[in-house]
T-cell receptor, first 115, second 112 residues
Framework: AQSVTQLGSHVSVSEGALVLLRCNYSSSVPPYLFWYVQYPNQGLQLLLKYTTGATLVKGINGFEAEFKKSETSFHLTKPSAHMSDAAEYFCAVSVPNQAGTALIFGKGTTLSVSS | KAGVTQTPRYLIKTRGQQVTLSCSPISGHRSVSWYQQTPGQGLQFLFEYFSETQRNKGNFPGRFSGRQFSNSRSEMNVSTLELGDSALYLC???????????FGQGTRLTVV
């Protein structure tokens, strides 16, 4: 069975500082990995995804994540935080080549950005 | 291209009633998944439909059911509502299995 652990339910940074949101996964097979962002009273928006190939994945709004198989991690980073990045972030895993698609989500990390 | 549309956006129901939520996927997408989001449990997978067939189901009681129509639109139904069913229900559509999922804005259900 797959699972996702997001370390830190709340992360606070100053505007312009590095953003680092941590995600570790558990999967018996190489998974597909995703980061989604959710703004208040909104649905989820895909930031980036890892399926196969290059382990450093670039997404929208300057975010990127690196798949590290040895550490079973997929941490999300952004070099310089912006006020508009304040939102809730979810890491998710799915199993490729499995009939049916179910995303297993972490509990989420709320990012606060102060000026 | 229009995104995933969920209706209604907000619902208030009384305990014991039933409710039906609707989801229209992105044109051309045949996979529709449903998720429940609550502060306590987070985002939990309910079920997934592909070409009118349920392919995958999460760990929810039988009061939660769904279906998909030939035009890929999907509905989910919750019968005998309980207070704990209050949640944001999110629908996501995908072109095919294990491709990225695009989410709607959700339906906020409040059970009183």
């Amino acid at each position: 069975a797959q699972s996702v652990t997001q370390l830190g339910s709340h992360v606070s940074v100053s505007e312009g500082a590095l953003v680092l949101l941590r995600c570790n996964y558990s999967s018996s097979v190489p998974p597909y990995l995703f980061w989604y962002v959710q703004y208040p009273n909104q649905g989820l928006q895909l930031l980036l995804k890892y399926t196969t190939g290059a382990t450093l994945v670039k997404g929208i709004n300057g975010f990127e994540a690196e798949f590290k198989k040895s550490e079973t991690s997929f941490h999300l980073t952004k070099p310089s935080a912006h006020m508009s990045d304040a939102a809730e972030y979810f890491c998710a895993v799915s199993v490729p080549n499995q009939a049916g698609t179910a995303l297993i989500f972490g509990k989420g990390t709320t990012l606060s950005v102060s000026s | 291209k229009a995104g995933v549309t969920q209706t209604p956006r907000y619902l208030i129901k009384t305990r014991g009633q039933q409710v039906t939520l609707s989801c229209s996927p992105i044109s051309g997408h045949r996979s529709v998944s449903w998720y429940q989001q609550t502060p306590g449990q987070g985002l939990q997978f309910l079920f997934e439909y592909f070409s009118e067939t349920q392919r995958n189901k999460g760990n929810f009681p039988g009061r939660f059911s769904g279906r998909q129509f030939s035009n890929s639109r999907s509905e989910m139904n919750v019968s005998t509502l309980e207070l704990g069913d209050s949640a944001l229900y999110l629908c996501a559509s995908s072109f095919q299995e294990n491709t990225e999922a695009f989410f709607g804005q959700g339906t906020r259900l409040t059970v009183v």
